[in-house]
């Protein structure tokens, strides 16, 4: 061996073993029996109770921090995108919103336990959310997208709301009639073109049937687009449907327009069972406020004893309770028609603060976990067969040199599998056809020069001089074929989305690998072989 | 040594109008497809609008799927069964921001009682969504298309670039025919096969533009046609037995990769058929029509 020949081994022998030393995790990770695995994905340092716990569990976090990732199109998984509503807001607001809104919905996410979720922030106002493993997706959906703008404000008294749907009333009268004051003599629907449409009970909180809510929402909606119709009260939904004498009813309230108090005063907040005597085990949240809160709230409960104070979530009441006497440690409790689940989710969001802004899913991708087991099982055994194929072929064509392209084969995907560990990339789907492609360019590379050393062996060369001409002539075709797909899979990279990145991804690092092995290596391999025997023929 | 194709001497060029003849009527096939089809069949990832995809066990008739989906109030949806027994995909639209999967696996779960409906797969994609990923879709192609122009271009000569595209579009726009022939989405996957091919296609155009470079030089006797027989001839071993294994892991993935990778094997399979055929004949025969051509003008020119 020459100098530079040791080097290259050297250098060969230092690449294959950081090779296998960052897949080490990969390998350790994936070959723990699957429930053992799931232990290690779940696992939450922070959660431990003792301090062996705690050791135990950041061991399992490295693992799984330093094993490649499976796509959630291989392990399962949801991928939500939202974009954030800013059109609402002044432009300094707009900018802070979305951060805002990206780090309460990081807090709801962390406290719902997902294992490894991902919140990236995209564009100006979009944030897509990845949350692999098994999971409750509508749940997950309800959770992340809720606004959960918790206000306290105060139920009108029967004079004002009286007052306002008077006036209501003749606004749309006045509509009907192209301005004119409506006829005494005409029927009640005329007259009372709002009112005429809810059973009232009382005139703060009327009952509107769901045959007629969508007429009354669309009125609701076209008072409030009018700037000239001004008001200190306004009209709130129930956030729950009633049965009235069989049929289908929702309350509406009148309330106050500007809010006493805000959510952001809420300290914490807890799912209880047993807050309503009425219905036991009847789910609800119970809350405490910050002291700044509690003061103020114990203001507003002092200054309106007998009023009814409003809990309204979303612009929908939750509840409204009779202030009986004033409260002055600043507990609440919100209860309504929740399920279990329904209320857990309440308590997280009330916990980690409102979205500054609503927020809309506009992209969504699930996938259930046995449809990735399912395609990760047909992927590998597919891209096995693939493979081996391709092996067999090569060994059969070109005997002993195929075996070196083999081996240079074998390296190649080791050099691609540890690069992807080391930038904790994440195999997908897309990734394995990458990977599969990259075999291909690899093969090929090794085929442009076994056919080239042939061609030189045809021509009477010596073996040596034969493998030394074939490499460099090889070499520039290589090149050039490498660059051309290397300048494609980049343009990919730079403007694809999703899946066709994490496909140029692999495919470009496979190829820069390829350009290692297949030429350099598979090259030492062969110099070794024929320098050292002083081959007069070569299998090939 | 065992080769195959050794020692070939195929006058491949004096054949080329039959390849061009060939080739027209794949692409005519393609442009007479893509007509009657309305175009390529962009899936939920351009159009925007939901998928569902549900397994039911023990498995339902397909019309059974389909009048579930009608009651859950999702009527005009597409159901397709899959090649497990059970398996099916609904595409479907999304009404006021409501997702239907809930909807619909709820309605198939009541009309079957005693089966199990399992969720599998849900993708809902927005309309501003689904064009926006069109539009990065076409900017990644035309940008990948621009950068190996360029490149072979400062490489060799624009009458070869103007060959290397020509066959990349050739390959490509087939591809998209026999998609569309078979009634297959565009999907952001189909998309990457599209762009692999476009890769394959010009690694193999380069490899024989390459070899008629250096034969070019060692041959300047010979005629133009006669340096491109003799490079394809000796670069030939080559593209076939690349083509050959990349055809085996193609078809591996094929037939035992799964639903997923289906639609991604598929178009691969049709590229790298096309993607040989046509960086021997397309690509080579396209280069020397041009160089042919610029000939005449020049003695035409020198007679004046």
Known sequence: ?540 | MFQILHGVNVDWMRRRHIAFLFSGACVLVSIVSLIMHGGPRYGVDFTGGALVEILVTPPVHADAVRAAVDHAGYRGSEIQELSRPGQFLIRTEIRAGQNPAPAIVQAVSTEHPGAKVERLRYESVGPRVGSELRGAAIKAIFFALGFILVYVGIRYDWRYSLGAVAALFHDVFITLGALSLMNKEITLTVVAALLTIAGYSINDTIVVFDRIRERSRTLRRETPANVMNIAINETLSRTIITSFTVFLTVMALYTLGGEVIHDFAFAMLVGVVFGTYSSVYVASGLALEVQLWLERAGQGQRKK
Not at chain 1, 68 to 85: N, P
Not at chain 1, 211 to 220: D, F, Q, R, S, Y
Not at chain 1, 447 to 461: C, M, Q
Request: hydrophobic content about 45%; glycine content about 8%; overall charge neutral.
């Open chain 1, 1 to 540: 061996m020459t100098r530079s020949d040791q080097w290259k081994f050297y250098l060969t022998v230092v690449f294959v073993l950081a090779s296998l030393w960052t897949l080490l995790p990969t390998f350790q990770f994936y070959s723990l029996p699957a429930k053992e695995r799931q232990v290690v994905l779940q696992a939450r340092p922070s959660e431990a109770t003792t301090e062996a716990e705690r050791l135990q569990l950041e061991k399992y976090a490295k693992l799984r921090e330093k094993a490649i990732k499976l796509g959630l199109d291989l392990q399962g998984g949801m991928y939500l995108l939202l974009e954030v509503d800013t059109s609402k807001l002044g432009p300094v607001e707009a900018k802070n919103a979305v951060d805002q809104a990206m780090q309460i919905i990081r807090n709801r996410v962390d406290q719902f336990g997902v294992a490894e979720p991902s919140i990236q922030r995209q564009g100006v106002n979009r944030i897509l959310i990845q949350l692999p493993g098994l999971l409750d997706q509508e749940r997950a959906k309800a959770l992340i997208g809720q606004t959960a703008l918790l206000e306290f404000k105060l139920v009108k008294t029967e004079e004002e709301s009286k007052a306002l749907y008077d006036r209501i009333d003749a606004y749309f009268a006045r509509r009907l009639r192209g301005g004119a004051a409506p006829d005494s003599a005409a029927p009640d629907s005329v007259q009372h073109p709002f009112t005429s449409k809810l059973l009232a009970s009382s005139h703060s909180e009327a009952v509107v049937l769901s045959e007629n809510i969508p007429i009354v929402e669309a009125m609701i909606r076209q008072l409030k687009a009018d700037s000239t119709f001004t008001s200190d009260a306004q009209l709130a939904w129930d956030s729950h449907d009633t049965d009235v004498s069989g049929r289908t009813a929702r309350g509406l309230y009148v309330v106050s327009r500007d809010a006493l108090m805000k959510g952001s005063e809420v300290a914490s907040a807890q799912m209880r069972l047993d807050l309503d005597a009425t219905r036991p085990g009847a789910p609800g949240v119970s809350f405490n406020l910050t002291s700044r809160g509690g003061a103020l709230f114990g203001d507003i409960t002092g200054s309106n004893v007998g009023r009814r104070l409003a809990i309204v979530l979303d612009g929908r009441i939750q509840s409204a309770p009779n202030i009986q006497e004033k409260i002055p440690r600043g507990q609440g409790s919100i209860t309504g028609n929740f399920t279990e689940e329904e209320a857990q989710n309440l308590a997280i969001v009330l916990r980690s603060g409102a979205l500054p802004a609503p927020v809309n899913v506009i992209e969504e991708r699930t996938i259930g976990p046995s449809m990735g087991q399912d395609s990760i099982d047909r992927g590998i055994h597919a891209g096995a067969v693939g493979a081996l194929l391709v092996v067999f072929f090569m060994i059969v064509y070109y005997r002993v040199s195929g075996v070196v392209a083999v081996v240079a084969l074998i390296l190649n995907i080791l050099g691609l599998l540890a690069c992807m560990a080391g930038f904790h990339a994440t195999l997908t789907l897309p990734g394995i056809a990458g990977i599969v492609l990259t075999i291909g360019m690899a093969v090929d590379t090794n085929v442009l020069i076994f056919e080239r050393i042939r061609e030189e062996l045809r021509n009477k060369r010596t073996v040596l001089a034969a493998i030394e001409t074939g490499y460099a002539r090889a070499y520039r075709t290589i090149i050039d074929a490498h660059v051309t797909t290397l300048l494609s899979s980049f343009a990919l990279m730079w403007f694809g989305t999703g899946p066709i990145r994490g496909f140029a991804i692999t495919l470009s690092i496979g190829l820069i690998i390829n350009l290692i092995t297949a030429v350099g290596i598979s090259k030492m391999i062969f110099d070794a072989w024929s320098v050292r025997r002083k081959l007069s023929s070569i299998s090939i």
